[in-house]
């Protein structure tokens, strides 16, 4: 079947705006991740779900991220009041669960202006 | 203790050569060490992993080694090819949930 798919792609927003995207992991994959990557960067944790588990908010930056995930599918990431340095790739990946491999989406590349 | 530290940031081999791209880690819970290849505007591919009960995995041309008491572990790409270019992440987690990555290398193979 079809791989990890995120929308948009890209997003350009003014600072201060909210920002929602989306995730639509490979069906049948319990777990789901959200990572950021800034330019040049390694890829930062940001929350974890894992079927019906409560998720793991760790790494969100600041209370302006927030994240869901609807009936063990579809994730929405979402970003309140955005600001500059929000400015990266937000990267979505899914997997079974525990050894299996990471299956990451291709991301979307968001811009503050 | 929860940082992945890789080196180096780039890297430029000749085709056909040796590409050694090396990680540290300080958590000695991690037990599961994946690399990813990633190409511009794709999401990372899993390339290879290795846990730690074994010190060197092979595939094709890509092998990892690993050094547990040191706490360190390398990819190597044989034969190097220009379609080989890419930036490469090297990860750890503990239980293969949460990886935590590496800063990337940006590995450039010239024909």
């Known amino acids: 079947g079809a791989g990890v798919s995120q929308s948009p792609s890209n997003k350009v927003t003014e600072k201060g705006k909210d920002v929602e995207l989306r995730c639509d992991p490979i069906s049948g994959h319990t777990a789901l991740y959200w990572y950021r990557q800034s330019l040049g960067q390694g890829l930062e944790f940001l929350i974890y779900f894992q079927g019906n588990s409560a998720p793991d908010k760790s790494g969100l930056p600041s209370d302006r991220f927030s994240a869901e995930r609807t009936g063990g599918s579809v994730s929405t990431l979402t970003i309140q009041r955005t600001q500059q340095e929000d400015s990266a790739v937000y990267l979505c990946?899914?997997?079974?669960?525990?050894?299996?491999?990471?299956?990451f989406g291709n991301g979307t590349r968001l811009t503050v202006t | 203790q929860q940082q992945v530290k890789q080196s180096p940031q780039s890297l430029i081999v000749q085709k056909g050569g040796i590409s050694i791209i090396n990680c540290a880690y300080e958590n000695t819970a991690f037990d599961y060490f994946p690399w990813y290849q990633q190409f511009p505007g794709k999401g990372p591919a899993l390339l290879i992993a290795?846990?730690?009960?074994?010190s060197e995995k092979k595939e094709g041309r890509f092998t990892i080694s690993f050094n547990k008491s040191a706490k360190q572990f390398s990819l190597h790409i044989m034969d190097s090819q220009p379609g080989d270019s890419a930036t490469y992440f090297c990860?750890?987690?503990?239980?293969?949930?949460?990886?935590?990555f590496g800063q990337g290398t940006r590995l450039t193979i010239n024909p």
């Open positions: 990946a899914s997997s079974w669960s525990g050894y299996s491999p990471l299956h």
């Open positions: 290795i846990r730690p009960d074994v």
């Open positions: 990860a750890a987690s503990q239980g293969a949930q949460k990886l935590v």
